[in-house]
């Protein structure tokens, strides 16, 4: 069997992005800066890390005295969120034990743990972002990074919110 491909499709430039595509060095840098300056408000250090639609790394930083470890952690969640248009949030209940991904595996770098949230414009995948180095704060820190950025709003971050003023414990499991 013969299988032909045009490859004429896929070269750059033929095909027409939307106005506000990709995303700029300058869009991720209000970005970062709107979320360090939340967490600084929020008294807690974190690592914050955009990505482009590739999962490429546009910016990284890691606030002072934040967790060595929350860097890579940033970056995987970023990394998830772009790679598969969902928050970590959202993989962290499907792979839960009871949940319908139980046993499923990621593909490595990928993670399950909440502070990843997929960047859209217009409905359009722009990116992802990565928060990691505090467990409540995570929410407003991403908040404020995705009004700044003005990218649409993110569902879970409203969910998010009401399950934390339901409980005393907001727990991915």
């Known amino acids: 069997m013969l299988v032909s491909f045009d490859f004429d499709r896929w070269k750059p430039g033929t095909r027409p992005l939307p106005a506000n595509y990709p995303l700029t060095t300058e869009d991720a840098t209000k970005v970062l ?15 914050i890390c955009i990505v482009d639609d590739g999962a490429n790394v546009v910016l990284l930083y890691r606030m002072p ?14 990394k998830t969120a772009a790679s598969t248009r969902q ?13 319908p991904m139980a046993g499923a595996v990621l593909p490595p770098g990928l993670v399950t743990i909440a502070g990843g949230f997929p960047l859209f414009r217009s409905g359009v995948l722009v990116g992802g972002l990565g928060i990691s180095g505090a467990e409540r704060e995570d929410i407003d820190v991403a908040s404020a990074c995705i009004t700044a950025g003005g990218f649409d709003e993110v569902d879970i971050i409203d969910a998010l919110r009401r399950s934390q003023q339901n409980t005393s414990e907001v727990r991915v499991d």
């Open 33 to 47: 800066n709107a979320g360090s300056q939340c967490a600084e408000r929020l008294d807690v250090a974190m690592s």
């Open 65 to 78: 005295h934040a967790m060595l470890f929350s860097l890579d952690l940033a970056i995987s969640k970023a």
């Open 87 to 99: 928050t970590t949030h959202a993989w962290a209940r499907l792979m839960r034990p009871s949940g």
